[in-house]
């Protein structure tokens, strides 16, 4: 158990010191989502109304949670395009060799870039008193630690298991774009389910990361909720769909040669 936590703890601490010892990584997780968030949301704003969402809700507090959600991600595919480069300077062989199993060596990379996920995304979530998202209490506080750190553990697991599984950056960047960009476009973060055609909306109801978007909604924004699933079976499909993305990013690294 003191080598599973020892593993955990330096590689957990590693993916910190190497991520903000590269500031072109931390502007690149953070400022291509705030940028959208403000071209999105002035440029649609006047002509945008969610169905359900309170009166006067702009179009920037309904983004605002997508926001979020973009700001996990680019994280997360930032921090664990790592292993591709650790793998191919030797340093993963290394790791993988040493007398701990490898869930400690995934858990210590996951738990690194979710930690990286939480930073940033708490940086942008400064900005949401200047548009009217302010959290009630510190139960709430706590409520939206709790949501944001279930999203970004299961984002960056499931990028942990892609990147583990391949050897080419450039094809962990084709399956990132094909697959996890249309995975939040469809989450309920640019339009909400209701209006949509029943096709669309059927693929949005079975998108586990609209669930995340509906919880996180559910505490930056309770008044705009309507429509939404509730919190309780939101945060109960996130925390699933976490612990089976942390599964499956065990299961490719158990499974995949060292080379």
């Known amino acids: 158990m003191s080598l599973f936590l020892l593993a955990v703890w330096t590689l957990w601490q590693r993916e910190l010191v190497r991520f903000y010892r590269q500031p072109s990584r931390v502007a690149g997780a953070l ?13 649609l704003g006047p002509s945008f109304h969610a169905p359900g969402a309170a009166a006067g809700t702009s179009y920037l507090a309904y983004f605002f949670p997508g926001v979020v959600i ?22 993963l062989q290394a790791v993988l060799i040493a007398p701990v199993p490898r869930a400690s060596v995934v858990l210590g990379k996951v738990l690194g870039g979710t930690t990286l996920a939480l930073l940033q995304s708490a940086l942008f979530l400064l900005l949401g008193p ?13 409520i939206l630690v709790a949501v944001l ?19 080419s950056t450039q094809g962990f960047h084709a399956i990132m774009n094909l697959f996890l960009i249309p995975m ?4 309920g973060t640019l339009f909400p389910v209701a209006g949509t055609p029943g096709w669309l909306g059927a693929v ?12 996180l909604r559910r505490v930056l924004a309770p008044g705009d909720a309507a429509g939404l699933p509730g919190f309780g079976a939101s945060l109960g499909v996130t925390a699933a769909c976490a612990a089976l993305a942390f599964g499956a990013a065990v299961w490719v690294a158990s499974r995949r ?3």
Do not use: Q
């Open 257 to 259: 040669p060292t080379r």
């Open 149 to 167: 750190f279930l999203l970004a553990f299961a984002l960056t697991s499931l990028a942990c298991a892609i990147a583990w599984w391949l050897d």
């Open 31 to 43: 400022a291509p989502p705030v940028l959208f968030w403000l071209l999105i949301g002035f440029g």
């Open 130 to 142: 200047a548009i009217g998202l302010h959290l009630s209490s510190a139960g709430a506080l706590a």
């Open 204 to 215: 949005m109801r079975v998108n586990p990361l609209t669930y995340g978007v509906a919880a």
């Open 184 to 187: 939040w476009l469809l989450s």
């Open 70 to 91: 973009l700001i996990l991600l680019f994280t997360a595919i930032f921090s664990e395009i790592s292993i591709i480069e650790d793998r191919r300077e030797g340093f």
